[in-house]
């Protein structure tokens, strides 16, 4: 291939929303467009025949991600209009070689997907004898979400094959030039721009990536600096929405609308108004974590107030969670301090030290482990289990982005049931 192949992948449900957005990429530089594989188990074959009618000089590519019956899907997406048929790199052999007699039958191209492939390299090789036309080294989205680098498993097969090489799987503005330098020839783009809230903006931003190669060298920040950055962006209702509606706390009230906390869990048990441990924890804590302080469901005594609250600002305390009473709170609101809590009174507790920092908790509900991940706004305090905390801040990240595209689509005068479809959707 003389020019690299920037792909962008149609990963929608609707037809209408892919010919539009995909009309939207082509105006940023799109060289090739592909109706994927959720548009076609959506859409069926319509989808692929949609897109030819609608942009008939761009090559469509058909991810029908073919198991089995290589033959048959071949042709519905030849006659669909599709110039290139994406079959499962891990299909059996006689599907692959099925799969290409019939792509030389009906004058079209196959592309092997080497996505949940156990050892890639090696079949990357028997696909290309078996006769497939381009190799695509995918990371698919769950993968991606524990972190899983695309570009790792695209070196790893550049230098098995001669065929061209597609680098899929959370492409980026970042890392469409590393593929390109690495030796893909196709870089396969879906979130990064269909997502968008400014498709060709975003596929020219790609697109100029692409034509300036330059080493990956992997990311610009700590894993942990990028959990953070992510759930500073996003929402708690993101969030939530990732973790499908788990973690959220109930009855946490914010003290001081307008503020946010995000960070690691300290955690105090406490009881009845007894402020020691909690008091003490502000020592114990780093700069950016989060105290999160079970006082036993008690709300007629306060464990919290002005005077530990101008301590944790001293600390850096990024926020403070408590399921109990505050009290101070024209005191607190002055400071504009990140703080939630069931309830308010003017009582104080007394520095007894009962209870213990750092154990497993209960607060609003749900169980918070020391090092756990908070997010608290205004809508609300969710808790992120540290062992799920990179996977869940991106998928919240991916939330986060396909609202922006919503958006986008509901201020060019689409209503929000138009854009979902909900009539479509809805169980009958």
């Known amino acids: 291939m003389n020019r690299s192949v920037l792909q962008v992948a149609l990963d929608l449900v609707e037809i209408d929303r892919a010919i539009a957005i995909a ?3 082509v105006l940023g530089g799109a060289d090739w467009l592909e109706a994927g594989t959720p548009l076609i188990k959506s859409e069926g074959m319509r989808a692929v025949s949609a897109l030819k009618a609608a942009f008939p000089d761009k090559t469509i590519i058909a991810d029908m ?20 048929v994406c079959v499962l790199g891990a299909s059996d052999d006689s599907v692959i070689a099925e799969s290409v007699r019939a792509a030389r039958k009906y004058g079209v191209k196959v592309m092997a997907d080497l996505i949940s492939v156990s050892n890639p390299s090696i079949r990357a090789g028997e696909l290309e004898r078996l006769g497939v036309d381009y190799i695509c080294a995918h990371t698919g989205i769950d993968q991606q979400m524990t972190g899983t680098d695309s570009l790792d498993l ?33 870089v396969i783009v879906g979130g990064a721009i269909i997502r968008s809230s400014d ?30 950055e992510i759930l500073c962006t996003v929402s708690s209702c993101n969030v939530s929405d990732a973790m499908h509606r788990k973690g959220a706390m109930a009855d946490m009230i914010p003290l001081c609308p307008g503020t946010k906390a995000v960070g690691k869990a300290v955690t105090v048990q406490t009881f ?9 924890a502000i020592d ?48 607190i609101r002055k400071m ?11 009582n104080a507790g007394e520095p007894k030290g009962f209870g213990e920092i750092g154990s497993e908790i209960r607060c609003g509900g749900q169980i918070v482990a020391s090092g756990d991940w908070i997010i608290a706004d205004e809508s609300g305090v969710v808790v992120i289990p540290k062992t799920r905390a990179y ?38």
């Open 154 to 186: 695209l070196m790893k097969v550049i230098k098995e094959v001669n065929i061209p090489v597609a680098a899929a799987g959370g492409i980026s503005e970042k890392t469409a030039s590393g593929a390109i330098a690495a030796g893909a020839s196709i």
């Open 284 to 331: 114990i804590a780093s700069s950016g974590d989060v105290i999160v302080i079970n006082n036993d469901k008690g709300t007629d005594i306060a464990p919290w107030g002005e005077l530990a609250t101008i301590s944790c600002i001293n600390r850096g305390v990024a926020g403070v969670i408590i399921d109990g009473a505050v009290r101070d709170v024209d005191d």
């Open 272 to 280: 009845a108004g007894d402020w020691a441990k909690p008091v003490e």
């Open 336 to 346: 504009h301090y990140p703080l939630w809590s069931r309830a308010t009174v003017p």
């Open 65 to 84: 991600k073919t198991a089995d019956t290589g033959a048959i899907e071949v042709e519905m997406a030849a006659k669909s209009g599709a110039d290139i």
């Open 23 to 25: 009309g939207e990429a």
């Open 199 to 228: 498709v060709s903006g975003s596929t020219r931003r790609i697109r100029e990536a692409m034509n300036k190669p330059a080493p990956y060298t992997g990311p610009d920040i700590s894993r942990e600096d990028e959990i953070r």
């Open 391 to 428: 996977e869940i801040a991106r998928r919240a990240m991916e939330v986060y982005k396909t609202e922006l595209r919503i958006r986008e689509e509901l201020r060019q005068g689409k209503t929000l049931s138009q854009v979902m479809n909900l009539l479509r959707w809805e169980k009958k």
